[in-house]
């Protein structure tokens, strides 16, 4: 049977632990909140300004050249893994480093430079052996637009300054707080404008100053703000990540517990019923003298 | 009129107002009830608004503004002040 005491001690780090875990959880569900809250506060820009362009472009004819959609030969890539900064969230960044590296693979031959979201992606990709761009992987500390708008606004002039033909974001896509799902979504060349089968509501607008000028201004803005959609989804599915993780290792510890639990009652009684045995023994071999 | 004012962090204002002015890229215009509708860039400038409520202002750092059937929807990426 086991030593007493060490199974006391067991018995005490296991609770401490589970303390520990449980505290996470809550903190994650909380942080999960106002992940989505800020992702709900993002909706309706993001849906006006959708509205705007594809009402902007249903009026208009024929094909508008937009420089963001300009397809070339692929040499230079660009990936955006974009994991989190702390660990202790199950599987979440290891796919999203999964993902990456399988890419990176199929893109072997090609002149691949990293910029990760995250010190995790940081982490794994800074000792090489391709480029890392190391200005914005603490994005996170402040996800905010502006803030997020940096990394986008980078990708996006070193896209047209042709020093990337290709940029593909690697992230966690939130399903549900309990479900993440690794994307890696072609950033640039834009895949297209915005959404053919819109019903076309043909306004006649007056378009000031002109259409060309409205769509410049409006695709750039409409690919940040997918760009910042791409973040917060990311830091939502982090949370959520988190929760279910420590859910799990909660409950986990909570089997363990029962179990040693279990095992220290046993080895005290076997302990009792030990030292009985040898009382009585002990009385009974005096009597018989 | 109907003005919201949205920026990717927050919406800073909704309500009804009688007058709001732009500062369009050609230039600043004013919207009125029953205006045209129109979709305008904007450019770094001051948005004034009145209503029931009172007046109110803020420099955006560009823009685009769509008016539409006495909606106005005002979209900035970052309001300076």
Do not use: W
């Not at chain 2, 305008?40 to 955006?60: D, E, N, Q, R, T």
């Amino acid at each position: 049977m086991a030593n007493l005491k060490e199974v006391k001690e067991r018995i005490n780090s296991v609770v401490s632990t589970q303390q520990i875990t449980k505290a996470m959880k809550m903190v994650a569900a909380a942080k999960l909140r106002r992940a989505q809250d800020k992702i709900t506060q993002m909706r309706p820009y993001s849906q006006k300004l959708t509205g705007i362009l594809n009402n902007v472009t249903a009026s208009s004819e024929g094909e508008t050249d937009v420089i963001y959609a300009q397809k070339r030969e692929v040499t230079r890539v660009l990936l955006v893994p974009v994991t989190s900064d702390k660990g202790l969230c199950g599987a979440f960044n290891s796919n999203v480093l999964k993902a990456t590296k399988a890419l990176l693979a199929e893109y072997a031959t090609l002149d691949v430079h990293i910029m990760p979201l995250g010190k995790k992606a940081y982490d794994a990709f800074r000792r090489g052996p391709h480029t890392v761009i190391d200005t914005f992987y603490t994005v996170f500390s402040d996800v905010s637009f502006e803030n997020v708008n940096r990394a986008a606004s980078f990708a996006m002039e070193s896209f047209v300054n042709e020093n990337f033909d290709k940029v593909i974001i690697v992230y966690n896509q939130f399903k549900n707080v309990a479900t993440q799902e690794v994307m890696a979504e072609q950033f640039l060349p834009m895949e297209q404008l915005a959404s053919e089968d819109t019903k076309a509501v043909e306004t006649d607008y007056i378009l000031e100053p002109s259409r060309e000028y409205i769509i410049e201004e409006l695709v750039p803005a409409a690919l940040k703000i997918q760009f910042f959609k791409t973040v917060l989804e990311s830091n939502a599915s982090e949370h959520g990540a988190r929760m279910t993780a420590m859910d799990k290792a909660t409950e986990n510890a909570g089997e363990l517990l029962k179990d040693l639990r279990l095992m220290y009652n046993r080895s005290r009684q076997a302990a009792i019923t030990n030292e009985i045995l040898e009382i009585v023994a002990g009385a009974n071999a005096l009597e018989s003298k | 009129m109907q003005l919201e004012i949205v920026t990717p962090d927050k919406k800073i204002f909704e309500g009804q107002v009688t007058e709001a002015t732009f500062p369009g890229a050609n230039g600043s215009f004013q919207v009125l009830q029953n205006h045209a509708a129109i979709v305008s860039a904007l450019a770094k400038g001051v948005v004034a608004y009145s209503g029931p409520a009172g007046k109110a202002s803020m420099v955006v750092d560009g823009g685009v503004v769509e008016v539409k059937d006495n909606k106005i929807v005002l979209l900035v990426e970052k309001v300076l002040s």
